[in-house]
């Protein structure tokens, strides 16, 4: 089946950029997601980007994919300690609509 | 704009019990809602799909006689996990799509905890 692959944990300082990773398997993609969830929460949609579009850019957050290599990456310039959270990364499979998840990855910032 | 709501937020109850877990979209109609579990440290398992007016699709090796899945308006989609047992208890959380089906928003989640 469809694999969506994230790396478990990263930790940053405050103030410091970080990129958070993700590689997927399905060619036939059309959207791709990051959530982000806060203990005990549910999920907050941050950004998507289709999947003829190479990037993406809101406020803090950048979006790159590349589409040959499969892989989807999340920048957060100046990394505050609120963004500490699980970052999810999921892709919409073409073929049945259906968002698969990555196993997530945990965001520490230091102070 | 695209809140979600659960309620209860959490619930305990005793085994042998029926619990009924609301998903509501606040400002805008919902043609399909999703219905998720989290164990955890875990990633999201898809445990149903609910088109509004018709029944849920559910995925392989989720029992539809132990989930029952109602969405019977735009706004309105419930999960009714009947005869509860210890090994039910998770994170149940609901999301819903619209106008809009690239995007699917998520409810805050409900801790269910069996006893």
């Known amino acids: 089946g469809e694999d969506v692959e994230q790396s478990l944990f990263l930790s940053v300082r405050e103030g410091d950029s970080s990129v958070i990773n993700c590689t997927y398997t399905?060619?036939?993609?059309?959207?791709l997601y990051w959530y982000k969830q806060e203990p005990g929460a549910g999920l907050q949609l941050l950004t998507y980007i289709f999947s003829n579009m190479d990037m993406k850019q809101d406020q803090r957050l950048t979006v790159l994919l590349n589409k040959k290599d499969k892989h989807l990456s999340l920048r957060i310039a100046d990394t505050q300690t609120g963004d500490s959270a699980i970052y999810f990364c999921a892709e919409k499979d073409g073929n049945t609509g259906k968002l698969i998840f990555g196993q997530g990855t945990t965001l520490q910032v230091k102070p | 704009g695209a809140v979600v709501s659960q309620h209860p937020s959490w619930v305990i109850c005793k085994s042998g019990t029926s619990v009924k877990i609301e998903c509501r979209s606040l400002d805008f109609q919902a043609t399909t809602m999703f219905w998720y579990r989290q164990f955890p440290k875990q990633s999201l398992m898809l445990m149903a799909t609910?088109?509004?007016?018709?029944?849920?699709?559910?995925e392989q090796g989720v029992e539809k006689d132990k989930f029952l899945i109602n969405h019977a308006s735009l706004t309105l989609s419930t999960l009714t996990v009947t005869s509860a047992h210890p090994e039910d208890s998770s994170f149940y959380i609901c999301?819903?799509?619209?106008?809009?089906?690239?995007?699917?928003?998520f409810g805050p989640g409900t801790r269910l905890l069996v006893l």
């Open positions: 609910s088109n509004e007016g018709s029944k849920a699709t559910y």
């Open positions: 999301s819903a799509s619209g106008r809009a089906p690239e995007t699917q928003y």
């Open positions: 399905d060619s036939s993609s059309t959207y």
